[in-house]
C-alpha cells in the first residue's frame, strides 16, 4: 500500500513538474509576441488613464512605433521605445501593416531618379497609393521640400465597396422588422380615404414625354456622367520617407527665368542639364516636361523643351522643343562620351509611346545649343543603309540619264 501511494505521489509531483515547464514556455511565448502600431498624427499625449481628466505621461509625434499593451474601448495602452507608457486613441494609430507598405514603397523607389523639387502648400498626409481613401501614416508640413518622383491619376470620387453585414446586425434588423410586422398586425387596421372620398388623395394623371407610336422603353438614356480624375505625385522626403499626395498641392520649385515661358502649360519635371560659365559664374541649362494644365491625362506630358543660356544677351531660349508625345515619367538625365571633337556631353533619355502602342526609350544629347538624337546601333544601322539605298538610286538614276545622252562625236558627224 506505501509503494502504491509513494508512485501516486511521483506521478502528482511530475504532473505539477509539468505544468510548470509548459506554463513558463507559454508565458514565454506570450512575451516573446509584440504588437506594434505606428503614430500617424502629427503629435498627442500619452495619458495616465481612459477619463475625461487625466494626467500627461508623454508625447508621441508622427511615424513614432510604440508597442500595444492594453486595449480598452476606443484606446490602447503603449510604451514607446522611450520606455514611456500610457493610454492613446487608437485612431491615431496605425497597424504594422500600413508601416510595411510605406516601407515597400520607398524601397521600390529607391533608386527612381527626382524629377522636380517642389514645396508643399499646407500640410498634407502621405497616402500609400494614389487615392484620397488610401491609408496614410506620414505627414508633410507646410512649406516642406520633396523630391518629385512620379505622377499617377485616380478618381476623385471612387465608389466605395459595399460590405455585407455584421451577421448580428443582420440578425438584429431582422428580428427588428419580425417585430414591426406582429405589431402591425396586433393593431386595427384604420380605414383608407378613397379619392373620391378626400379629393386631395386624387393622383394626376402622368404626362407623357414620348412621342405618338415612341415607348418609353425604347428611348435612349443619357450616358452616365465622366469621372472626375485628379492628378497625384510620389513624392519623397529628406527623411526618406515616400508617399502619395495631391498635385496641386505641391509647387514645382523651378527658376522664374525657366517658368515664365510656360505658356500656360503645367510644367511636370525639370532637370538641370550641366553648367555653362557666364562672367565667372555657373549658370544652369535646363529640360523641362509639360504637360495640358488638367487632370485624368493617360500620359504624363505631351512636350519637352531644352532652355540653353544666351550669354551674350544674359538670358535663357529655346534651344530644342518637341510637341505631340505620350511622354512617361521617369525621365533620365546623364553624361556621354561621344570621342573625337564632341567628347563628354549632357544627355537625357525619354519614355514614349509610339504608334505600334509600345513604349520605347529615346536618348538625346546636348552639344553647344543644339540638340540631337543618340541613335541606337540598330537604328545607326538603318540609317546607313537607308543613305547607301539613297546614294545607289541617285548614281543610277544619273548613269541612265547620262546613257541616253549622245556623245559629243556623233554630235559633230551630223
Known amino acids: 500500500m506505501k509503494s502504491f501511494r509513494s508512485h501516486f505521489h511521483l506521478i502528482l509531483l511530475a504532473f505539477a513538474v509539468l505544468l510548470l515547464v509548459f506554463g513558463a514556455a507559454c508565458k514565454r511565448?506570450?512575451?516573446?509576441?509584440?504588437?506594434?502600431?505606428?503614430?500617424?498624427?502629427?503629435?498627442?499625449?500619452?495619458?495616465d488613464r481612459v477619463a475625461?481628466?487625466?494626467?500627461?505621461?508623454?508625447?508621441?509625434?508622427?511615424?513614432?512605433?510604440?508597442?500595444?499593451?492594453?486595449?480598452?474601448?476606443?484606446?490602447?495602452?503603449?510604451?514607446?521605445?522611450?520606455?514611456?507608457?500610457?493610454?492613446?486613441?487608437?485612431?491615431?494609430?496605425?497597424?504594422?501593416?500600413?508601416?510595411?507598405?510605406?516601407?515597400?514603397?520607398?524601397?521600390?523607389?529607391?533608386?527612381?531618379?527626382?524629377?522636380?523639387?517642389?514645396?508643399?502648400?499646407?500640410?498634407?498626409?502621405?497616402?500609400?497609393?494614389?487615392?484620397?481613401?488610401?491609408?496614410?501614416?506620414?505627414?508633410?508640413?507646410?512649406?516642406?521640400?520633396?523630391?518629385?518622383?512620379?505622377?499617377?491619376?485616380?478618381?476623385?470620387?471612387?465608389?466605395?465597396?459595399?460590405?455585407?453585414?455584421a451577421p448580428s446586425a443582420a440578425k438584429n434588423s431582422t428580428q427588428k422588422a419580425g417585430a414591426a410586422t406582429k405589431t402591425a398586425g396586433t393593431q386595427p387596421a384604420t380605414p383608407a380615404k378613397t379619392a373620391a372620398q378626400n379629393p386631395a388623395l386624387a393622383v394626376p394623371p402622368a404626362t407623357s414625354t414620348t412621342g405618338p407610336g415612341e415607348s418609353s422603353a425604347g428611348k435612349e438614356q443619357p450616358p452616365p456622367p465622366k469621372p472626375v480624375m485628379e492628378d497625384w505625385y510620389l513624392v519623397r522626403t529628406s527623411s526618406g520617407h515616400?508617399?502619395?499626395?495631391?498635385?496641386?498641392?505641391?509647387?514645382?520649385?523651378?527658376?522664374l527665368d525657366i517658368a515664365q515661358y510656360a505658356e500656360g502649360q503645367r510644367i511636370i519635371g525639370y532637370f538641370i542639364l550641366n553648367n555653362v560659365d557666364e562672367d565667372g559664374k555657373p549658370q544652369p541649362q535646363y529640360l523641362v516636361l509639360l504637360n495640358e494644365p488638367k487632370d485624368g491625362l493617360p500620359y504624363d506630358y505631351n512636350q519637352i523643351r531644352v532652355f540653353t543660356r544666351n550669354r551674350a544677351k544674359h538670358r535663357y531660349?529655346?534651344?530644342?522643343?518637341?510637341?505631340?508625345?505620350?511622354?512617361?515619367?521617369?525621365?533620365?538625365?546623364?553624361?556621354?562620351?561621344?570621342?573625337?571633337?564632341?567628347?563628354?556631353?549632357?544627355?537625357?533619355?525619354?519614355?514614349?509611346?509610339?504608334?505600334?502602342?509600345?513604349?520605347?526609350?529615346?536618348?538625346?544629347?546636348?552639344?553647344?545649343?543644339?540638340?540631337?538624337?543618340?541613335?541606337?546601333?540598330?537604328?545607326?544601322?538603318?540609317?546607313?543603309?537607308?543613305?547607301?539605298?539613297?546614294?545607289?538610286?541617285?548614281?543610277?538614276?544619273?548613269?541612265?540619264?547620262?546613257?541616253?545622252?549622245?556623245?559629243?562625236?556623233?554630235?559633230?558627224?551630223?
Open 29 to 47: 511565448q506570450s512575451m516573446a509576441h509584440h504588437e506594434y502600431m505606428y503614430v500617424s498624427a502629427p503629435e498627442t499625449s500619452l495619458r
Open 52 to 165: 475625461t481628466m487625466y494626467n500627461k505621461m508623454g508625447t508621441v509625434h508622427n511615424g513614432d512605433r510604440v508597442e500595444v499593451l492594453e486595449r480598452q474601448r476606443r484606446f490602447v495602452r503603449v510604451r514607446t521605445d522611450g520606455g514611456q507608457e500610457g493610454w492613446i486613441e487608437e485612431r491615431s494609430l496605425v497597424p504594422q501593416e500600413i508601416y510595411d507598405g510605406f516601407q515597400k514603397l520607398a524601397q521600390d523607389n529607391a533608386d527612381t531618379p527626382v524629377q522636380a523639387k517642389g514645396t508643399t502648400r499646407a500640410e498634407l498626409n502621405m497616402h500609400v497609393e494614389p487615392s484620397r481613401d488610401a491609408d496614410h501614416l506620414y505627414q508633410l508640413k507646410d512649406g516642406e521640400k520633396v523630391d518629385v518622383l512620379r505622377r499617377a491619376t485616380a478618381e476623385k470620387n471612387a465608389a466605395k465597396p459595399k460590405t455585407a453585414p
Open 242 to 255: 515616400a508617399g502619395w499626395v495631391l498635385l496641386r498641392m505641391v509647387d514645382l520649385d523651378v527658376p
Open 317 to 414: 531660349e529655346t534651344a530644342y522643343r518637341e510637341h505631340n508625345l505620350e511622354g512617361y515619367l521617369p525621365v533620365k538625365v546623364g553624361h556621354q562620351d561621344f570621342g573625337g571633337k564632341e567628347g563628354d556631353l549632357p544627355t537625357f533619355t525619354i519614355r514614349q509611346k509610339i504608334d505600334s502602342g509600345q513604349v520605347v526609350e529615346e536618348t538625346y544629347k546636348l552639344n553647344g545649343p543644339i540638340v540631337r538624337r543618340v541613335l541606337s546601333p540598330d537604328e545607326e544601322a538603318a540609317e546607313k543603309a537607308k543613305h547607301e539605298a539613297a546614294l545607289a538610286a541617285r548614281m543610277k538614276e544619273l548613269s541612265a540619264k547620262h546613257a541616253g545622252q549622245p556623245s559629243h562625236k556623233h554630235k559633230q558627224q551630223h
